[in-house]
């Protein structure tokens, strides 16, 4: 916590069009001590920053928490404070009723939607349309690499549209719906009003593709719609942050995928080798 402390002080921008900003982030319920996370959000009270945690992932994660605490996962975090302001968000959400859902939408506790990672590990499907319908505010994440092997937001998008249509139905989710989540949901989640949106005003995040290509032949009459049932797996021809030019003809500006590759190639082996 000493160390939150000194991250918040340092680097927390709470600036309107900020390009940072610091979260208090311990990892789930089940992996730190419950006065950890009293502590956590009495500091995120007072330094006035958000807090995340991942929560409801999966039923051993409920068993544990009715087991060790004789509350469901969403009643423990309640209990520790996390409910209290508006200021959480919680990764995954698979395992949670309507009850509990009316919680949160009336608590403004978020949600991030991690579908890809969640089938990935048959977690489950989060009920997003039953959150979405209690006014839940509810974003788009992928996890981590562990469980998530593109990191890809515009797979995430159209991954969170179809599992909808199995878990509430083929109408659940339109195109449109799944492409808010990413955006303006996202931004809900986040506590803010200035990114998420091409408005006057918001931050210049822009992120433009080609539709030309024959991946996307046939698609014209609805090109919004057509980003996500026909190009998952496509790159953006061209990001921008803030203004800046992050990604140019597909390609990062700032980086050099290359030996960012070469890197992580060489970690992961290094890795393998080390648990063989």
Known sequence: MKDCERLVHAYHDPRPLSMTRIALAPCSPFSVTTELLKLTAAMAKEWDVRMHTHLA??????????????????????????????????????????????????????????????????????????YLGQGVPIGLGVDGSASNDSSSMLAEARQAMLVSRVKAGVSSMPARDALRLATRGGAQVLG????????????????????????????????????LFCGASHKARWVLVNGEVVVEER??????????????????????????
């Open 192 to 227: 803010r009003d200035d990114i998420g949106q091409l408005a006057p005003g918001k931050a210049a995040d822009l992120a433009i593709f080609d539709l030309n290509g024959i991946d996307f032949a046939g698609a014209w009459a609805d090109p919004v719609a057509a980003v």
């Open 57 to 130: 992932e999966t039923l051993d994660e409920e068993q544990y928490c009715l087991e060790l605490h004789k509350l469901r996962p969403l009643a423990y975090m309640e209990s520790v404070g996390w409910l209290e302001d508006g200021r959480s968000w919680f990764a995954h959400a698979v395992h949670l009723n309507e009850e509990e859902a009316r919680l949160m939408g009336k608590t403004r506790t978020g949600a991030a939607h991690c579908p890809t990672s969640n089938l990935r590990l048959g977690s489950g499907i989060a009920p997003i349309r039953m």
């Open 251 to 276: 390609r990062l500006v700032r980086v050099n995928e290359e030996s960012v590759a070469r890197q992580a190639n060489a970690l992961s082996k290094e890795l393998l080798e080390k648990s063989s």
